[in-house]
């Protein structure tokens, strides 16, 4: 189908990242013809989630697409009229950097290994083939406990993240048997010695709890277990995320688990912060007169634009200032700075921190304790939600389907077509794409800022309770005026995001350096590395780190349409993934492009009743739909749309 799709559609989306799939969604809702591709092999870009197998193939195919040359371009240029012009796009995914991988876990290379579940291989792969030749390292097999793979060339993802698709694992498993990974000029590698893992005797230590030990194997075994996120971010319950799943009824699509507990980081210790009022008056770490200045501080920023007269004076200054003159313990001033209103010390502003407080409170209690939700089987869910129901309405999917250029009318400067590496000139009024397409040229005027990423697999939480299914966010506070906090968030094995008896950690920052420089301090200050236990007893209170990676991702939000060089103005950009916590950007952008675009049409309205669809006598459906009456009866319920109030029950406590 991909060599032979219909060359006239109403909107081309190129890229599935989150803003592009709610507009692909949107505008197929309002009854236009979506045609919605991406280059890659798998839904979401930058927003992503990947088994563990899966995301060892992306970091291969990753170095893989560095060595690629550019492709001839002579046959596409044919179909360029005189009366047009080309706006070529980008050959290459520039978005990631930096990438380094380190595992801890004992290295148990067993026969014949492979993900369980897995599809059979197919020896003949090119693809399989290349990336083994790649993969071949000359190290000596006696240098096997850790390695990393620091590339320094952007990414080109090319993985399939669904967990159907077979992946890649011996050629990874092979190049940890003789302790490098590499296959690039740009690449360095670095092994440090250290014990083996097959011949490393089981720990013995009586005054500690018995943990079980994990190796790389069974990592790798249980890999579909795993769904791994690029993008790191919670869904506020009372964000515009949550609003338009809700109203859009898209949310049938995916289930929600409440983060169960807000952690704070002070004075070396981890420590639970009470968010609900329960939770202030039952917690041990507040004193009786802490929790009544506390329960008075939260009623005052509930409705603090009532009153004024109380912050008028400190507008000027930062939230920290502001809380000190509050009558607030450090305590108090710790918990709501870096665990409520999440923000930093230095660049917060008082009413930025007022806004940042009220919103966490009014998200309480719509689905539990906390303000936050976490999707199952990761964010890499929520874009393909929406692609879902872009093509109940219509849409045309085509994945691993590049596009060489835009095509230019010169007289009018509108964007006529676009024209795929098939050569088929696909026409459409409206082109929204991923900024990561855009090519230098077009870009050359703008500044990325950067965000650094960290995956960790742990074996303990990093607050032990009674309770091991624990989903927790932390923020952990710079150590040094002028950097970062950096954002943790532990995901255990009941969200669908790894294997039992361990844990999905993710950190996030704005960069400075490096991902690994500016993340590997917090590393050491929680977790103890899996090959360091017997170091001391002090240690063993920590998780024991397992396997990590690092990398740097492009922060494309925020930037002017005006600093892209030579767009027709039928031609909108989506950014990617940014810093913040929440998708409040992504949800904004697509909504605020799709009102540019159709000014008089609803944004992603509910879906109708399927008993009020009318048919025409040719037994058509209506246009508007963009389907036919089995696909809807299938996908919408009765019963769901006759009662709208049912939709939030697919958000799970």
Known sequence: MADS??????????????????????????????LHIDSRSYYGGNWASFSFSGLLSWLKEYQQNSDIGEESNAAWRDLILET??????????????????????????????????????????????????????????????????????????????DREISTEVM??????????????????????????????????????PKRNRITYSQIVKEGRRFNIDLVSKLLYSQGLLIDLLIKSNVSRYAEFENVTRILAFREGKVEQVPCSRADVFNSKELTMVEKRMLMKFLTFCLDYEQHP??????????????????????????????????????????????KATRNFLQCLGRFGNTPFLFPLYGQGEIPQCFCRMCAVFGGIYCLRHKVQCLVVDKESG???????????????????VEDSYLSEETCSNVQYKQISRAVLITDQSILKTDSDQQISILIVPPAEPG?????????????????????????????????????ESV???????????EIEKEELRKPRLLWALYFNMRDSSGISRSLYSGLPSNVYVCSG?????????????AETLFQEIFPNEEFCPPPPNPEDITFDRDDKQPQALGTDDTTMAKVESSEESKNPENQGEHLKN
Not at 173 to 198: A, M, P
Not at 329 to 342: C, E, R
Not at 523 to 533: D, H, M, N, R
């Open 5 to 34: 799709l219909p060359t006239q559609f109403d909107v081309v989306i190129i890229g599935t990242g989150l803003p592009e799939s709610i507009l692909a969604a949107a505008c197929s809702r309002s009854g236009q013809r979506v």
């Open 84 to 161: 047009e012009e080309a706006i070529t796009f980008c050959k290459k995914d520039k978005t990631i950097q930096h990438t380094e991988v380190f595992c801890y876990a004992g290295q148990i290379v067993e026969d014949n290994v492979e993900e369980l579940g897995a599809l059979q291989k197919n020896p003949s792969s090119m693809t399989s083939s290349t990336l083994t030749e790649l993969l071949d390292s000359s190290c000596s097999p006696e240098e096997k406990h850790k390695y990393f793979t620091s590339y320094e060339m952007p990414a080109k993802h090319t993985e399939n993240s």
């Open 171 to 208: 050629d990874v498993e092979e190049s940890l048997e003789k302790g490098k990974y590499r296959g690039d000029k740009t690449c360095t590698c670095t092994i440090s010695d250290g014990d083996k893992g097959e011949n490393k005797p089981a720990e013995d230590n009586t005054d500690q």
């Open 309 to 354: 007269d109380e912050y008028q004076t400190f507008k000027q200054c930062s939230f920290s200032e502001y809380l000190k003159t509050k009558n607030l313990t450090p305590n108090l001033q710790h918990f709501v700075l870096h665990s409520i209103a999440m923000t930093s010390e230095s660049s917060c502003s008082t009413i930025d921190g007022l």
């Open 414 to 432: 509108r964007c006529k077509a676009i024209i795929d590496h098939f050569g088929q000139r696909i026409n459409a009024k409206y082109f929204i």
């Open 483 to 519: 950097t970062c906090a950096v954002r943790v968030t532990e995901l255990c094995s009941s969200t669908m995001t790894c294997m039992k008896d361990t844990y999905l950690v993710h950190l996030t920052c704005s960069s400075s350096k490096t991902a690994r420089e500016d993340l």
């Open 523 to 533: 590393v050491k200050k929680l977790f103890t590395p899996y090959a360091e236990i």
């Open 577 to 589: 993934p940014d810093c913040g916590l929440g998708n409040e950007h992504a949800v904004k952008q």
